[in-house]
């Protein structure tokens, strides 16, 4: 952010460098090829221009070597350049395991933060350096899309999902943070900035971030608030309110496994599939259970709706003896 009207942007993410260097071998590839067929077409039109009033052009036919060679050449470097993009793309949606998830709703016209510890904020983001950072993205109304340049990351937030993208940021500094979606009037101003911190800066920011309860801890209130225990169970364990049949399945582990469904279907329940089973419970039955659940379309926002589906994938597998709120206290900081 040095020069007013930078030629590139700052490059401040792990992942920079190899965006920019394919995107560097294929501006120098398509302006050699696009410089080589100009300066043919001239050289061509120069060479066999017709030279007399009468003169009829002959058929052609080129040698067999030249028609496979001009074929066969441009189709690997293409093929080559898709390999390349494939395994930069593959690195850049595919987060390491060291990465912590952080949340983002898009919403007219802001973004809205949350920290895994908790912390909340609005069109700003602080992070540490060196840190790799699962970004789940979700929006509140339309089609919002998170970019940060010098982190060459951009990934759309939707409504009626999460999607993810994630970025390790290489060194301190303040960065812009955009929408780059037409999501309205105020798309324009929809604007903010990541700062990333050394990570002691940044332990020295959380603490100053006031209410740092954490997302489980607000889901795990929710939980109850929302009597998700009268189906569902205290500890997510599917047992129900105690003396009467188990109604709802079980949600203790959860999380990223295997399910089927009513009409014989299998997915694999994940956050989009959890939060549509809180707002839209028909969607999606579970095989074995009654469609009785109520819908809570309206009833929780956004953030609310991921703090809940972070305190569904912590609670306790099998054979947890304490429920599940105090486990998940026990775990606050
Ligand atoms: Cu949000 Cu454009």
């Given at each position: 952010m040095k020069s007013q009207l930078p030629l590139f942007p700052?490059?401040?993410?792990?992942?920079?460098p190899q965006v920019d260097a394919l995107f560097y071998a294929w501006s120098v590839i398509s302006l050699f090829f696009t410089a080589l067929i100009a300066v043919l077409i001239i050289y061509f039109m120069a060479r066999y221009r017709r030279r007399h009033e009468d003169e009829v052009g002959l058929?052609?036919?080129?040698?067999?070597?030249?028609?496979?060679?001009?074929?066969?050449?441009?189709?690997?470097?293409?093929?080559?350049?898709?390999?390349?993009?494939?395994?930069?793309?593959?690195?850049?949606?595919?987060?390491?395991?060291?990465?912590?998830?952080?949340?983002?709703v898009g919403k007219q016209w802001m973004w809205k933060f949350q920290h895994p510890t908790g912390q909340r904020e609005i069109n700003t983001l602080h992070v540490p350096v060196g840190q790799a950072i699962q970004m789940k993205l979700a929006s509140e109304d339309v089609i919002h899309s998170f970019f940060v340049p010098a982190f060459r990351v951009k990934q759309d937030a939707v409504?009626?999902?999460?999607?993810?993208?994630?970025?390790?940021?290489?060194?301190?500094?303040?960065?812009?943070?955009?929408?780059?979606?037409?999501?309205?009037?105020?798309?324009?101003?929809?604007?903010?900035?990541?700062?990333?911190?050394?990570?002691?800066?940044?332990?020295?920011?959380?603490?100053?971030?006031?209410?740092?309860?954490?997302?489980?801890?607000s889901g795990a209130e929710l939980y109850q608030q929302l009597a998700c225990q009268t189906c569902h169970g205290?500890?997510?364990?599917?047992?129900?309110?105690?003396?009467?049949?188990p109604r709802a399945p079980r949600l203790a582990g959860l999380y990223n496994t295997q399910v089927t469904l009513a009409d014989g279907r299998t997915l694999v329940a994940d956050e989009s599939y959890l939060r549509e089973s809180i707002v839209n419970p028909m969607a999606k039955v579970t095989a074995g259970w009654q469609p009785i659940m109520p819908t809570f379309q309206g009833q929780v926002t956004e953030e609310q709706l991921t703090q809940l589906i972070s305190y569904i994938q912590k609670l306790p597998g099998d054979g947890a003896p304490e429920t599940a709120i105090s486990a998940v206290k026990d775990q606050a900081p």
């Open positions: 700052e490059s401040a993410s792990s992942v920079a058929p052609e036919r080129a040698p067999i070597w030249l028609e496979i060679g001009w074929s066969a050449i441009p189709l690997m470097i293409a093929l080559a350049m898709f390999a390349w993009g494939t395994q930069v793309f593959v690195k850049l949606y595919r987060p390491p395991a060291d990465a912590v998830t952080y949340y983002g409504p009626g999902r999460y999607t993810s993208v994630w970025f390790r940021a290489t060194k301190p500094g303040t960065y812009h943070l955009f929408c780059t979606e037409y999501c309205g009037g105020e798309h324009s101003k929809m604007i903010g900035s990541v700062v990333v911190l050394e990570p002691s800066q940044y332990e020295a920011w959380l603490a100053g971030g006031g209410t740092g309860q954490t997302m489980t801890l205290e500890d997510g364990s599917g047992t129900g309110m105690a003396g009467m049949a």
